[in-house]
């Protein structure tokens, strides 16, 4: 079993939707969290980073962890066209990042 | 550059043949990293630079990889005798400050073994 698990979709919402992503992990020793967004054919680029558990917001974006149950998500509100693309958790204990997947995501105008 | 650079972005190789992919750190950048992406997974870990020293290769898969920053800018990850199960997208990513901070990445260099 991997470390960090995320559902690879794909998902495919209309214009305005809430996006929800969501990745579980099972390294208790995992201390920061992030969202990556990939393009096809681009490296990853971060969304979010969250240390602790609990809200964080920024702009459309919400990141949510919850250390207790070993679960992250991020919410897309009012999506775009424009936020098609993969989107990748990470995790991080000291320097090594854990990756999921990747979930693929197509927003439909 | 204002980013990370990765030569060549595309790179079909025979089998048996050895490979060169080129990563350019943003300048200043003390930590570098080398990620493998396989096609509809997640990147995973290759191996960790701080400045020219190479603290972590734990994610090398075999001894046919092999990489060097001996200046402690620029990087090269070397595969020798490629086979098949190498062909992916390899993505270098560097940051500001040792082992942690934001990670930049480059657009990656994708290998097709033939």
């Known amino acids: 079993q991997k470390e960090v698990e995320q559902d690879p979709g794909p998902l495919s919402v209309p214009e305005g939707a809430i996006v929800s992503l969501n990745c579980t992990y099972s390294n208790s020793a995992f201390q920061y969290f992030m969202w990556y967004r990939q393009y096809s054919r681009k490296g990853p680029e971060l969304l979010m980073y969250t240390y602790s558990s609990g809200n964080k917001e920024d702009g459309r974006f919400t990141a949510q962890v919850d250390k207790s149950s070993k679960y992250i998500s991020l919410f897309i509100r009012d999506s775009q066209p424009s936020d098609s693309a993969t989107y990748l958790c990470?995790?991080?204990?000291?320097?090594?990042?854990?990756f999921g997947a990747g979930t693929t995501v197509t927003v439909r105008a | 550059g204002a980013g990370v650079s990765q030569s060549p972005r595309y790179k079909v190789a025979k089998r048996g043949q050895d490979v060169a992919l080129r990563c350019d750190p943003i300048?200043?950048?003390?930590?570098l990293f080398w990620y493998q992406q396989a096609l509809g997974q997640g990147p995973e870990f290759l191996t960790y630079?701080?400045?020219?020293?190479?603290?972590?290769k734990s994610g090398l898969p075999s001894d046919r990889f092999f990489a060097e920053r001996p200046e402690g800018s620029v990087s090269t990850l070397k595969i020798q005798r490629t086979q098949q199960e190498d062909s992916a997208v390899y993505l270098c990513?560097?940051?500001?400050?040792?082992?942690?901070?934001?990670?930049?990445f480059g657009e990656g260099s994708r290998l097709t073994v033939l």
């Open positions: 990513a560097s940051s500001l400050r040792r082992g942690t901070g934001e990670l930049f």
């Open positions: 630079f701080q400045n020219e020293a190479q603290l972590d």
């Open positions: 300048s200043g950048h003390v930590s």
């Open positions: 990470a995790m991080r204990n000291d320097y090594k990042l854990s």
